[in-house]
């Protein structure tokens, strides 16, 4: 996942797990790298979360974007359940 800053223009990304970075104009940040997604700012509505499937949910639209996260969560929990009954055997 990606973050826009409206402010600035910047697009930043964490590469990894407790991997901060902010915006040039330090208005918002993005953490976590792949494994979780934390981020933050000083006004929400200037911060566009993309998505890995190219989904783009303002920041300030809460529901939006925690629905998105939580159905990108379950995709990838999925993902690693076949993985996991595919390589364990019965």
Known sequence: MKIKCLICGDIIESKSVHDLVSCKCESCYI???KDYLH???KDFSK???TFNDGTEVLASNEKNYKKKYEELENNRTNKLTKIKNKTIPN
């Open 31 to 33: 953490d976590g790298g």
């Open 39 to 41: 981020f933050g700012g």
């Open 47 to 49: 911060i566009l979360i």
